[in-house]
């Protein structure tokens, strides 16, 4: 409900307004309390009721029936995880079996960040976030995916071209990490855009920003994927490619248009974007020749050779999309224009 107040002048200097008296009952407000004001970048103002730290606590209760689907149970948890609740209760009425006990108490650690189990019975298990993510900030978060990504698509290479299985492996352990950074990065834009104040910590300054790194964040977390595709191809393959093959250069340049494209989000550099979305096209067309180009190989080499060139495409791809929004988020804000 909208209600208009009259801004009135008092002690000669001082504006004040009334606050609505259903707002002041529902936040639980009495005279002498402390309200919180945020200006947005929009020309609003933002009042929230301060709380006690121990108010702020969310909570909730998720019940499950095992299906013996252990992925679906869980992905009710990240669910809530990302809602931003800071202690979560699974309920089981039918109770944890000792491996559905462990599968979720491994999963909640090593997916997402912060999450630990407090306490077990037979049929719950309490989990709390220990972590303190406003302190944070987005481009932390996104800075922490690039590094692990780069490496990653780095030493993907290297296996390919050394057939190292090892390192190979390593690369898709890696893409955990990846995706608990992504996972943190969506409960942290969710409570921005709740919070004024959450967005400030964390380094948004304009709440329709988080759109933008929303995108940004998925994009990268695409690109991980596509570099833990490339490490598969790897495991499977009989050999390894010659350090001359094309297959190579391309990956030279995806691994320069990703670093590219997350320097433009920080430069926010309009036609240093432009230059990465045109080589990403460049690059897209000459992967998608070799293809065809090698699409008469029935080896098992060819096909996996293949798999890497499309997906070095689609990293080319998702870069560009990267350069793409910091363009878009790099746009001045609306002004009133005179007549």
Request: aromatic share 8%.
């Given at each position: 409900m909208s209600e208009k107040r009259k801004i009135q002048l008092t002690g000669g200097s001082t504006y004040i307004v009334s606050l609505p008296i259903l707002w002041v009952r529902q936040s639980g407000l009495s005279p002498g309390d402390t309200v919180s004001l945020s200006v947005r970048s929009d020309r609003s103002l933002t009042v929230t009721a301060e709380m006690p730290a121990e108010e702020k606590i969310c909570r909730s209760v998720i019940e499950i029936y095992l299906s013996g689907d252990q992925e679906d149970d869980f992905r009710m948890l990240v669910s809530n995880y990302l809602m931003g609740?800071?202690?979560?209760?699974?309920?089981?009425?039918?109770?944890?079996?000792?491996?559905?006990?462990?599968?979720?108490?491994?999963?909640?650690?090593?997916?997402?960040?912060g999450i630990e189990i407090v306490e077990e019975t037979g049929t719950e298990l309490v989990l709390q976030s220990l972590l303190n993510y406003q302190e944070i900030t987005i481009l932390k978060s996104m800075s922490s995916m690039d590094r692990i990504i780069s490496s990653m698509l780095e030493d993907a290479l290297i296996s390919l071209e050394e057939h190292d299985l090892e390192l190979a492996n390593d690369v898709i352990r890696r893409d955990d990490d990846v995706d608990r950074f992504y996972l943190l990065t969506v409960r942290q834009l969710r409570a921005a855009l709740d919070d004024p104040f959450m967005a400030q910590k964390i380094g948004i300054v304009r709440s329709k920003d988080c759109l933008g790194y929303r995108i940004v964040t998925k994009s990268m977390e695409h690109i991980g994927d596509h570099v833990q595709r490339i490490a598969t191809n790897v495991l499977e393959m009989d050999c390894p490619v010659d350090r001359n093959d094309e297959i190579f250069r391309i990956?030279?340049?995806?691994?320069?248009?990703?670093?590219?494209?997350?320097?433009?989000?920080?430069?926010?550099?309009?036609?240093?974007?432009?230059?990465?979305?045109?080589?990403?096209?460049k690059l897209s067309n000459m992967a998608a020749l070799i293809c065809r180009r090698e699409c008469g190989q029935d080896s098992s080499t060819g096909e996996h050779k293949r798999n890497v060139l499309e997906s070095l495409q689609r990293i080319a791809e998702y870069s560009a999309d990267i350069a793409e929004i910091s363009i878009n988020m790099g746009s001045k804000e609306l002004k009133d224009m005179p007549l």
């Open positions: 609740y800071d202690i979560m209760k699974i309920v089981s009425p039918n109770g944890f079996t000792a491996s559905e006990r462990k599968f979720m108490r491994d999963a909640a650690r090593k997916r997402l960040i990956g030279r340049v995806a691994q320069a248009l990703f670093r590219d494209s997350v320097e433009a989000m920080s430069g926010k550099d309009p036609q240093f974007a432009n230059t990465i979305i045109k080589n990403s096209k």
